[in-house]
C-alpha cells in the first residue's frame, strides 16, 4: 500500500476525473464506485474516515420498519434490498440480528397491527429477510429475554435486521477503493474551491492537516459528500438555501453483566414514545438512540447530561432488573444524522430520503440518506457526476460498470458460502501456531475478516506483536501495526476510536492503552516526542468530551 506522503503527492501532481469531498460512509461509496468504473478518483477527508456520523450511528443495516408508518414504502424497498447486498458483498460485518418487538396493553398499536406490518416488511425484501418473523408469547420472552418487563405485555413479535461495524465498513470501502485506484487521504481540508476560467468548480485548495502545507486538487467533476458539513462546503461556492435540518443521536454503552440482551429490543421511550434500542455488542450492550435537532458545530457534538438520563428512563422502563444507574455507563457516542430540511415540526419526522443536488458552479451535492443505503447513493452521485462530464464533453475512456453490488469488500474475499465465522476463526487459529487462543481468533475475524488469517500469521511470527492493550481483551500490539500498514492509520485517536473500537468497549475507554500505542506509532512513524505528548493529549481530549456529560 502506498505510503500518506505518496498519495499526498498524486493529490497535486495528478488530474482526476472526480475528486470526492469526505470519507464518511456516502464519500466512501461514491469513491469505490468511481474507481471501480475505472475513472481517475481521489478522496479528502479532514479527519479521519468514518469520523462523523459513519462512526457514531446506531450500527444497524436496516429496512426502517418505522419508515412504513410513515408510508415511505419505496425507501424501506431500497433498504431491504441493499441490506441483502451488504450481506453479501460483507458478510463479516454484516450480521443478521434479531429484534424483538414487546407490545404492551398501553402501546399505541396491538399485535395483530404489528404482524401486519412485519409481513409487509418481509414481503418488501422479497421474504429475503435474514429470517422471516415469528411471534413470542410472555412464557417464551421470559426464556429468551428474561430482562424485558413483561407486566402487561400482550405478545412480542421477533424480525430480523442486520448488526454491522459501521466505521469498518466505511473503511474496507475505501480500502477496496484504493485497491483500484483510488487516492484516498485524510487529514486534508478542504479550504477553498478552484474554478476553470468559466466559473466552473474544477478541484479544490486542500491542506494537510498534519504537516501545515496545500495543494491544489484538479479534477472534472467535484462531490460535496460531507454529512453534517454539508451546507459549510456548499458555502464554498455558490450554493443556495441550507439543505440540512440535522439532528443528534446518542447513544450510551454498558456492561453486558449489568444488562444482559440476546436480542435487539426495540423500546419506545416512555415519555415521548420515540422509538429506539437496545443492542447486545458483544462483552458489552448499548442503547440509543435520542432525536434533536442540532444547530452547533458538528465536530463539538456529544451527550449531555440530559442525553444519559433519558437513555437510562427508557432502559429502566423496559429492564427494571437491570436497575441501571449513570455510574453504569462505560462510553457514550453522539453523531449527527445529516438529514433533509422539510421544516418537519419535530425531529423524527425529519426525511431519511437522500438529494442530489448541483448547484450554479457545477458542485455536486450528496445529502441524506442512510447507511444501509450508501452503496446505491454512491452509484446515483457518479452517475449524476458522469451526466456533468457528458455536458462538458469530458467523459473519459473505458468507463464500464462498477459491480459493487457483487464485488466483496477486502475482507469478504474468500469468506465461506455460509457464512460459517467459526470455520474462518479455525484458520486463523491454525495460522497462528498457537500464539492466540480461541476467543482472539474469533475477534479477529468478525472484524477483519479473512484478512484476520494475515493478522495472524503476523502474530505468530512476532511475539511483540502479541502484547495486548488491555489486560483481559483481545485487542494486542498486531492491530496498531496493521492499522498503520494498512488501513491509513494516522493518529492515536484513528487507532483506539475507530479500528480498534477500545474508546467504546474498554472500562477505561482505553486511557490506559494510549501511552503504549503512542510509542508503538512513534516508532514506526518516525514521531518526536512532542508529536508523540500531543497525541496522546489529543485522545485524551476525545475521550473528556464522551464524559462531558458527566460535569454538567
Not at 421477533?158 to 469498518?168: S, V
Not at 468507463?399 to 475482507?411: C, S
Not at 487507532?495 to 486511557?511: E, N, P, S, Y
Request: with cysteine; charged share 30%.
Amino acid at each position: 500500500m502506498e505510503t500518506r506522503e505518496q498519495r499526498w503527492d498524486r493529490l497535486g501532481q495528478e488530474a482526476f476525473d472526480v475528486l470526492v469531498i469526505g470519507g464518511g460512509i456516502t464519500g466512501a461509496g461514491a469513491v469505490r464506485d468511481a474507481a471501480r468504473r475505472g475513472l481517475r478518483v481521489a478522496l479528502v477527508e479532514a479527519e479521519d474516515f468514518a469520523f462523523g456520523t459513519s462512526s457514531r450511528s446506531s450500527k444497524l443495516v436496516h429496512g426502517g420498519l418505522r419508515y412504513l408508518e410513515h408510508g415511505e414504502f419505496s425507501l424501506v424497498f431500497e433498504a431491504v434490498s441493499e441490506r441483502r447486498v451488504l450481506q453479501n458483498i460483507a458478510p463479516h460485518l454484516v450480521n443478521p440480528l434479531g429484534f424483538l418487538f414487546p407490545i404492551y396493553a398501553s402501546s399505541k398499536r396491538g399485535v395483530n397491527t404489528i404482524r401486519v406490518g412485519l409481513w409487509l416488511y418481509d414481503g418488501l425484501s422479497l421474504f429475503r429477510s435474514p429470517k422471516l418473523h415469528r411471534t413470542l408469547s410472555r412464557k417464551q420472552v421470559q426464556v429468551e429475554e428474561p430482562h424485558l418487563n413483561v407486566e402487561r405485555l400482550k405478545g412480542c413479535p421477533l424480525y430480523y435486521d442486520c448488526a454491522t461495524d459501521d466505521a469498518r465498513l466505511t473503511l474496507e470501502t475505501v480500502l477496496d477503493a484504493a485497491a483500484c485506484g483510488a487516492v484516498p487521504v485524510t487529514y486534508a481540508r478542504v479550504e477553498g474551491l478552484v474554478r476553470d476560467d468559466r466559473g466552473r468548480v474544477a478541484g479544490a485548495q486542500v491542506r494537510d492537516m498534519l504537516r501545515d502545507c496545500t495543494t491544489t486538487v484538479r479534477a472534472t467533476t467535484v462531490i460535496n459528500a460531507t454529512g453534517p458539513w454539508t451546507d459549510k462546503v456548499r458555502s464554498l461556492g455558490q450554493g443556495g438555501k441550507p439543505l440540512l435540518r440535522p439532528t443528534k443521536g446518542v447513544h450510551m454503552v454498558v456492561d453486558k453483566k449489568r444488562l444482559h440482551l440476546n436480542h435487539a429490543v426495540v423500546l419506545r421511550h416512555p415519555d415521548d414514545a420515540r422509538v429506539m434500542f437496545g443492542i447486545p455488542w458483544g462483552d458489552r450492550t448499548y442503547v440509543g438512540t435520542t432525536d434533536t435537532f442540532y444547530d452547533g458545530d458538528p465536530a463539538d457534538v456529544c451527550a449531555t447530561s440530559e442525553d444519559v438520563d433519558y437513555l437510562l428512563e427508557a432502559s429502566n422502563a423496559f429492564f427494571p432488573r437491570a436497575d441501571l444507574t449513570r455510574d453504569d455507563v462505560i462510553a457514550t457516542w453522539a453523531g449527527l444524522r445529516p438529514l433533509i430540511s422539510e421544516d418537519a415540526e419535530n425531529e423524527s419526522a425529519v426525511s431519511r430520503e437522500h438529494e442530489i443536488v448541483v448547484d450554479a458552479d457545477g458542485l455536486i451535492t450528496i445529502a441524506g440518506g442512510k447507511l444501509t443505503t450508501f452503496r446505491r447513493m454512491g452509484a446515483e452521485v457518479i452517475s449524476r457526476a458522469l451526466e456533468l462530464m457528458a455536458l462538458l464533453g469530458q467523459v473519459p475512456d473505458g468507463v464500464r460498470d462498477a459491480h459493487t453490488g457483487r464485488e466483496p469488500l477486502p475482507g469478504a474475499v474468500g469468506w465461506p458460502e455460509d457464512d460459517d465465522h467459526s470455520a474462518v476463526a479455525e484458520q486463523a487459529l491454525d495460522a497462528s501456531q498457537g500464539s492466540i487462543d480461541s476467543d482472539q481468533a474469533r475477534y479477529l475475524v468478525d472484524r477483519y475478516g479473512t484478512r484476520g488469517i494475515d493478522l495472524a500469521h503476523c502474530m505468530a511470527a512476532d511475539p511483540v506483536l502479541r502484547e495486548r492493550l488491555v489486560q483481559g481483551r483481545p485487542e494486542t500490539l498486531a492491530l496498531v501495526d496493521w492499522a498503520i500498514d494498512k488501513e491509513m492509520a494516522c493518529t492515536v485517536r484513528d487507532v483506539l476510536i475507530r479500528r480498534t473500537q477500545l474508546f467504546f468497549r474498554d472500562h477505561d475507554q482505553g486511557l490506559g492503552a494510549a501511552e503504549q500505542v503512542a510509542d508503538r506509532m512513534a516508532e514506526r512513524l518516525g514521531w518526536n516526542e512532542e508529536r508523540r505528548t500531543e497525541e496522546v493529549l489529543a485522545y485524551q481530549q476525545e475521550v473528556a468530551l464522551s464524559r462531558r456529560w458527566r460535569s454538567v
